[in-house]
């Protein structure tokens, strides 16, 4: 091992020049996009030759960030890489990443600042020089130069070393960009896979990066033989030029891609599709398409079909009618053909006279009647299409046409013919079938969306419904979601992006996404909003949403709220329903520098809160204030079933089963708390206790005690049953339970264990006891047959 | 299930202010001991745990109160607390006797103007 004792002998602009060199090569074979383990090998052995030390390593953060793992080196030894290292504020390389520049350490004998790590104890380094990789907040980890021998570091090597871990820092932060990529393209493909549909991804240049299990039946293909290509591929050769050139023009835009062509099945026919896509984001960049094909080979066959037979229908009416009929005056037949007879298999005797509902349909008879008699009293024309009994005793549709008859300026009568058409009016059903099978995918799409099924939150009753709109087959913006926060309390987020679509559907995600995250480390609704919008307005992608955020607490029923631009949350009261006023701000994207205001509510016990998106209210012609009246009303009638009360909304409001927009709504009730007692039996593991604490909470709440008073007795209780958790050892320590109740004013509080209580040997637990004997006003601990009691007794002021 | 918390740590002057949120027991107390000592840089000399948003504190927090400034002694640096007077709390650290090893001040700015 060389130890060389360099300082002073360098020639300092020289070695300057040298450094800058070193410097701009490594950014270029960053620029020209090394592979990044190549490019941190690079960098190390860069590090060490130009700063002249032993060894040099890059060191990269942990996922959990409390570590940093040795990604490569020069001079180190095989066995070093893939070594971790505490990544602590006492050592050089999690010092440099918490100051966020670089260390030095001239030498470790007289070094009070740091210890070394177990790495450059091994190696028994004395100077050191570490730098932070990548930005503060995203630090990729560290660089850094290790010298056996004593070394001075100078400023510029300082300089040199952070300005090398700034090239690792852009070529990190892309890595991971593609990372993410990678991530948000393996969530989808995780998706896409179990919905029916076919679904299929592009990169930016068009080429297939990825289709679905579907599409793979569909086709025949395998993953492999449908990858990097273009959709010309298994298109049909009629389709194929026209194909490619509107996906060309539609990747150029970044637009909307629809496109309806001939798919090669796997038995080698031609199926009718229609294709739609949506050009995918990731953090703002343009990364290609994601989109779904629909097969609607039955609908296109149907529609030419059809077409083909209204041609039929005018040859013949123009012709030679098959059915021919006429009548006098007073609307009696008085003649039918041939043709009219071979249809229904009666005599003639029998069709004339007061004969039009003869035959017909059940269904169709009253009205046929009725307008039969509305056209004759006017002599007018007549038409209708209406079911008719056959020979065959079978219904079949047709087309039956009177028109008046004038003989000399004198009425005389009418003269009709009918045509056979039963099959188009099949045809038209089945149609109609097709169209809301597809709409079923749409749907389908829409809702694996939306989170499958509500969270399980402690002490609340959650109820949830989403109805697709009814006419179109496109996906909706509309969500809802529930999350707890780290401070106890729950959040509940109705929202309506504006549009419809894939992009709306994909605008959706992303912002139910964003104000998950918002809503975890905001503790103000107004500011969770403010940063959506901030979201929104920094021009990721142009949208604009309305949204309704609530943070509910649940011990005290208390709501804090924001409405940006949403309809009003509706509070069922036992006493009725009232909409909840304030904290209204405008649509989030609608202005950059938008005020979010708060507004501030308390459930009185036993009421329910409802969250909805717009199209349970609105209606065309209808004013909003009047839909608002109905939906109050209809909420208002008292309801234990909160998921009853959801159906009884959407049934009493929307009458309509088919809603013209997307509906979401977001019911939540927090479930009744008796005042005067609380019973409670869990199991002894350490979660319990943050149960305990909800439901207690909420009985002293509801009992009447201050905020202070119920955080103490809670705290007391759950000493308590802490003790017994902790002594909880087999099957027959397995529960504990917990009573509180009011004596003569007083709350008495009983813990019931299976077990002998013991003091613990940890000394909290010695506080643990002092704790209860200090926030109680008495305190007895009792061995009884099965287990242990503390029985507890605090007077509360109220 | 642990019990959920959050920490926020921000550097005032010659001081860590770490802002602990939520909930600290028994289940998350060893957890939030080492997030606070991981996030103390040598060169500080005191390190203020802002109590004000915190919501449930027990006597496993306590214990967590005690142990850092034993710890944070050793390395010469300081352990101090802030807590609005009107905190449910108060009487449990009171109650304690927290402030004979890491004294209570009633805002952040007392507590950093020592």
């Known amino acids: ?798 | 299930m642990t019990t959920p918390t959050e920490i926020a740590v921000e550097r005032r002057g010659g001081a860590i202010v770490a802002h602990l949120g939520g909930e600290v027991d028994m289940t998350n107390a060893g957890q939030v001991r080492d997030e606070l000592l991981s996030s103390v840089p040598n060169d500080v000399l005191a390190v203020v745990i802002d109590l004000s948003g915190c919501r449930y504190l027990d006597s496993a927090g306590i214990e967590v109160v005690f142990d850092m400034a034993r710890r944070l002694r050793r390395r010469r640096q300081e352990l101090r607390l802030s807590l609005p007077p009107s905190s449910p709390l108060k009487r449990l650290l009171d109650l304690t006797e927290v402030a004979s090893a890491a004294p209570v001040y009633e805002t952040l700015d007392a507590a950093l103007d020592e």
């Open chain 1, 1 to 798: 091992m060389t130890r060389r004792q360099t300082d002073g002998h360098r020639d300092e602009p020289r070695v300057r020049a040298r450094q800058q060199e070193a410097l701009a090569d490594l950014g270029q074979r960053a620029l020209a996009g090394m592979k990044l383990d190549h490019l941190l090998y690079e960098a190390a052995a860069t590090a060490a030759r130009e700063l002249e030390t032993e060894y040099a390593a890059v060191l990269e953060l942990t996922r959990d960030r409390r570590g940093l793992l040795v990604r490569a080196g020069c001079g180190l030894p095989d066995g070093v890489l893939g070594a971790v290292v505490p990544a602590g504020p006492h050592e050089m390389p999690g010092y440099a990443l918490q100051s966020d520049g670089p260390v030095v350490v001239e030498n470790f004998d007289g070094e009070s600042r740091f210890e070394p790590t177990t790495l450059q104890r091994t190696f028994e380094v004395v100077s050191a020089m570490v730098a932070p990789i990548g930005v503060r907040g995203r630090h990729f980890g560290v660089i850094g130069v290790h010298s056996p021998a004593p070394r001075h570091f100078t400023n510029d090597d300082a300089h040199f070393l952070q300005a090398l871990a700034n090239v690792l820092g852009a070529a990190t932060e892309r890595a991971l960009h593609d990372e993410r990529v990678r991530d948000s393209e393996a969530r989808f493909r995780e998706l896409a896979d179990t919905t029916p549909a076919l679904m299929w991804m592009t990169d930016a240049e068009g080429h297939v990066a990825f289709v679905n299990q579907g599409w793979l039946r569909f086709t025949g293909h395998s993953l492999a033989q449908e990858l990097g290509h273009g959709f010309d591929l298994t298109a049909h050769p009629d389709d194929r030029d026209e194909l490619v050139a509107h996906w060309r023009k539609t990747i150029l835009r970044r637009e909307e891609f629809r496109f309806e062509y001939r798919l090669a099945r796997h038995d080698g026919t031609y199926r009718w599709v229609l294709a739609v896509g949506t050009p995918r984001l990731v953090e703002g960049e343009f990364v290609g398409y994601v989109g779904t094909a629909t097969d609607i080979h039955e609908r296109r066959t149907m529609e030419e079909a059809l077409r083909e037979s209204e041609a039929g229908f005018r040859d013949l009416a123009d012709t030679a009618p098959a059915m021919i009929w006429t009548t006098d005056e007073n609307g009696l037949v008085t003649f039918v053909n041939e043709g009219w007879l071979r249809f229904t298999g009666t005599t003639l005797e029998e069709e004339l006279g007061a004969t039009w509902t003869l035959g017909v349909h059940p269904d169709d008879a009253e009205e046929l009647q009725a307008s039969w008699d509305e056209a004759v009293a006017q002599r007018r024309r007549w038409e209708r299409e209406y079911r008719l009994r056959g020979q065959d005793q079978r219904y079949r549709w047709i087309a039956d046409r009177g028109v008046p008859n004038y003989a000399g300026g004198r009425f005389v009568g009418y003269v009709g013919t009918a045509i056979d058409i039963h099959e188009r009016k099949t045809m038209e059903g089945r149609l109609l079938e097709v169209y809301q099978q597809e709409h079923r995918i749409a749907e389908t799409l829409q809702r694996s969306l939306l989170p499958e099924r509500l969270p399980k939150v402690e002490g609340l009753e959650l109820a949830a419904r989403y109805l697709p709109a009814g006419q179109e087959t496109a996906i909706g913006g509309d969500w809802y979601d529930v999350l707890e926060r780290a401070d106890g309390r729950v959040a509940l987020v109705v929202g309506d992006v504006v549009g419809h679509g894939l992009r709306a559907a994909a605008t959706m995600g992303q912002l139910r996404n964003a104000c998950r995250a918002y809503g975890l480390v905001e503790a103000s609704p107004a500011e969770v909003v403010a940063r959506l919008n901030r979201l929104v307005t920094s021009g990721v992608e142009e949208a604009m949403a309305t949204v309704l955020y609530l943070v509910l607490d649940r011990e005290t029923g208390e709501v804090v709220f924001t409405s940006a631009g949403h309809p009003p949350p509706l509070l069922v009261a036992p006493e009725g329903a009232r909409y909840l006023e304030g904290g209204r701000s405008v649509p989030v994207g609608a202005a950059d520098s938008a005020v979010f205001r708060e507004g501030m509510a308390v459930l009185p016990p036993g009421s329910s809160l409802l969250l909805y998106t717009d199209g349970l209210v609105e209606r065309r012609d209808v004013p909003l204030q009047r839909r608002l009246d109905e939906l109050a009303l209809a909420a208002g009638a008292p309801e234990d079933d909160l998921e009853r009360l959801c159906d009884r909304i959407l049934g009493g409001v929307l009458g309509d089963p088919s809603p013209i927009d997307d509906v979401a709504l977001l019911a939540v009730r927090p479930e009744p708390v008796a005042a005067d007692r609380f019973d409670l039996s869990l199991p002894a593991e350490p979660g319990s206790l943050v149960v305990l604490r909800r439901r207690l909470g909420r009985f002293l709440h509801a009992a009447g005690a201050s905020q202070a008073e119920a955080y103490e007795v809670t705290l007391t209780v759950c000493e308590a049953a802490g003790n017994a958790i902790e002594h909880a050892y087999g099957p027959g320590d397995a529960t504990f339970d917990v009573a509180a109740a009011f004596e003569d004013g007083e709350l008495v509080a009983t813990v019931r264990d299976n077990g002998s209580w013991r003091e613990r040997r940890s000394q909290h637990r010695g506080r643990g006891l002092a704790i209860i004997k200090g926030l109680m006003d008495d305190v007895e601990v009792a061995a009884e047959d099965r287990g242990t009691v503390v029985r507890m007794r605090r007077r509360l002021a109220a």
